[in-house]
Nanobody, 123 residues
């Protein structure tokens, strides 16, 4: 069993930054960040798996960075140069077993999910 709690969301102006946190209890070989805007599908942002393997969806490369602090059992998502189209609910996800690389962006590859944290970017 893995329990996830996200925090760090909020309202920022276009161009601003936020760092999301996900407190993790339990073991996971792979973790990921996803987001879902109203009326849209949940999309994968980045994953971090055993061995510090990181994967990013192309549209986020250069603006979003995934990282973790193992001592604090916390996963992070640093978001820079935020845009109004980044407005969404952001979710942390975890999977106890290692996920094959090409499956890591898929929401159905993850069993455990947090409740999400809202990010709102105004123009």
């Amino acid at each position: 069993q893995v329990h996830l709690v996200e925090s760090g969301g909020g309202s920022v102006q276009s161009g601003g930054s936020l760092r999301l946190s996900c407190e993790v209890s339990g073991y996971a070989d792979c973790m990921g960040w996803f987001r879902q805007a109203p009326g849209k599908e949940r999309e994968g942002i980045a994953s971090l798996c055993r061995g510090d393997e990181m994967e990013y969806a192309n549209i986020f490369v250069g603006r979003f960075t995934i990282s973790r602090d193992s001592a604090k059992n916390t996963l992070y998502l640093q978001m820079l140069r935020l845009k109004p189209e980044d407005t969404a609910m952001y979710y942390c996800a975890a999977q106890p077993a290692l996920i094959r690389t090409w499956l890591r962006p898929r929401r159905d590859s993850y069993t455990y999910w947090g409740k999400g944290t809202q990010v709102t970017v105004s123009s």
